[in-house]
């Protein structure tokens, strides 16, 4: 037994821990390891694929969530926006959206055309 008396905290002796380890510096996935570690930010390259002159017109959506009222709303650059609610309605929307396409004056222009 030792003489400590009971107020005294006892200090526990024993193997001192090791001193913490360095850590490595880690490189990013995909990055030369020079520009990691110089820290310069990578620049997003611009789209790859050629331009084709497509570009959106006409966008229609819907929203059919299970158990709820389905909507959706059909919008085109011309300036035609509709929208519906309920099955019925939704469905009729989505044949006008589709009949659009062949009147909507921004994908088929009138000039030239005979009357």
């Known amino acids: 037994?030792?003489?400590?008396?009971?107020?005294k905290s006892q200090t526990l002796t024993g193997p001192r821990p090791l001193a913490a380890l360095a850590a490595a510096p880690v490189t990013a996935v995909g990055v030369s390891e020079d520009v990691a570690r110089k820290g310069v930010p990578s620049a997003l390259r611009s789209d790859p694929h050629p331009a084709d002159?497509?570009?959106?017109?006409a966008w229609?959506?819907?929203?059919?969530?299970?158990?709820?009222?389905?909507?959706?709303?059909s919008s085109c650059a011309c300036g035609r926006d509709r929208s519906a609610i309920s099955h019925r309605r939704?469905?009729?929307?989505?044949?006008?959206?589709?009949?659009?396409?062949?009147?909507?004056?921004?994908?088929?222009?009138?000039?030239?055309?005979?009357?």
């Open 53 to 57: 002159g497509r570009y959106p017109v």
């Open 1 to 7: 037994m030792t003489n400590a008396s009971p107020t």
């Open 90 to 115: 939704v469905l009729a929307l989505i044949d006008d959206h589709t009949a659009h396409r062949d009147t909507c004056p921004l994908r088929n222009p009138q000039e030239g055309r005979a009357a």
């Open 60 to 73: 229609l959506h819907i929203a059919a969530p299970r158990g709820a009222t389905p909507t959706a709303t």
